[in-house]
């Protein structure tokens, strides 16, 4: 299906889908016969990831919480970091579980590594930053810094002459 018909025909998810469109065997620098360099390969990867990964991001009257389903994972396999200062990034891998006696009929479940940034916005508390994973779904809470204190205004004392 077609992004256009629910409506999400925006350039980013353009953007996002033509790097999906690129195969492994042309991405890198200098991947092509032409010497034209494109994509990297670690960034049509983590394209790939980010697009992967779908999050739910709601404000609260106290905190932005962020929502990821994270079926099957462990708290060691997912990873939660500020980076430069307000961009909080989720990533992680899931890897499949390997047995010489079983063999794949279907695999359906995404493998490998995925990955969100969020840059946070100004009035997020980086000092407040908790994350809880329970039943498969990673909720990153990060709790707003309180507003500032309106500017009261400087009463000048006025002098008779």
Aim: charged share 35%; glycine share 8%; aromatic share 4%.
């Amino acid at each position: 299906m077609e992004a256009r018909m629910f409506g999400l025909e925006t350039p980013l998810m353009a953007a996002l889908q033509h790097l999906l469109d690129v195969p492994d065997g042309d991405a890198g620098a200098g991947g092509d016969k032409s010497g034209a360099s494109g994509p990297t390969r670690t960034y049509v990867r983590d394209a790939r990831a980010m697009a992967a990964t779908p999050a739910d991001v709601k404000e609260l009257p106290n905190a932005y919480t962020f929502v990821v389903d994270m079926p099957g994972l462990g708290t060691g396999d997912i990873k939660v970091q500020v980076e430069d200062e307000r961009v909080l990034v989720i990533s992680g891998e899931r890897r499949r579980e390997e047995r010489e006696d079983a063999k794949y009929l279907r695999m359906e479940r995404r493998m490998g590594k995925f990955m969100r940034k969020f840059v946070l916005p100004e009035n997020a508390d980086m000092d407040k930053i908790a994350a809880v994973c329970r039943d498969g779904v990673l909720t990153v809470t990060v709790e707003k810094l309180p507003p500032p204190e309106p500017k009261k205004p400087k009463t000048i004392e006025v002098k008779v002459a």
